[in-house]
Nanobody, 126 residues
Framework: QVQVAESGGGSVQTGGSLRLSCKAS?????MGWFRQAPGKEREGVAAISGRSGRTYYADSVKGRFIISRESGKSTMDLQLNDLNAEDTAMYYC??????????????????????WGQGTQVTVSS
């Protein structure tokens, strides 16, 4: 069983920045960040393949968030810039059991990730 843990959430004002980190107990090739705001469904934010370095972003965060990880490592970061109230949510790190790369047509599919962290809260206020 792969253990996944996030860190780095907090409260910031509009326009501020935060950096989230995730550590998995074992290497997982495809890892991603999801978020869930109160009353809303969980949504994919970004994903990255540990071998290829290929990244994917939701349209709502493209140009503001940056996902990164060292090749072959089990850690992953998410830099959140220019935050706004719509970014307020619980952010979850997720890892896949399969060895394949993240792919464009299903990186947002939460059911494809077998391992999840407990989440870290990001709150953006004006």
């Amino acid at each position: 069983q792969v253990q996944v843990a996030e860190s780095g959430g907090g409260s910031v004002q509009t326009g501020g920045s935060l950096r989230l980190s995730c550590k998995a107990s074992e290497f997982s090739n495809c890892m991603g960040w999801f978020r869930q705001a109160p009353g809303k469904e969980r949504e994919g934010v970004a994903a990255i393949s540990g071998r290829s370095g290929r990244t994917y972003y939701a349209d709502s965060v493209k140009g503001r968030f940056i996902i990164s990880r060292e090749s072959g490592k089990s850690t992953m970061d998410l830099q959140l810039n220019d935050l706004n109230a719509e970014d307020t949510a619980m952010y979850y790190c997720a890892a896949r059991a399969s060895t394949g790369n993240c792919v464009s047509f299903d990186w947002k599919n939460a059911d494809a990730y077998g391992y999840w962290g407990q989440g870290t809260q990001v709150t953006v206020s004006s």
